[in-house]
């Protein structure tokens, strides 16, 4: 028994199974990538526009971040 023609078949075996879990998770449409899965844990569990916290609510007449002083 010749081992080429087993080893092509288990090679054409093992690609085909690797293009259909690429095929599946392109399908997925996830967009995301182990670079930014793994910084996952660092980012910061509040949304970036909510306030630190409601008791520090700015009052109407406090300056707007690019206001100038004279």
Avoid: C, N, W
Avoid at 6 to 30: D, K, M, N, Y
């Amino acid at each position: 028994m010749s081992v080429i023609p087993i080893t092509v078949f288990f090679s054409l075996l093992l690609a085909g199974f690797f293009v259909a879990l690429f095929l599946r998770e392109q399908r997925r449409h996830r967009f995301a990538s182990s670079e930014r899965d793994s910084l996952l844990p660092l980012a910061d569990e509040r949304p970036a526009g909510s306030p630190a916290s409601p008791a520090i609510a700015k009052s109407p007449d406090a300056p707007a971040p690019g206001d100038l002083y004279f």
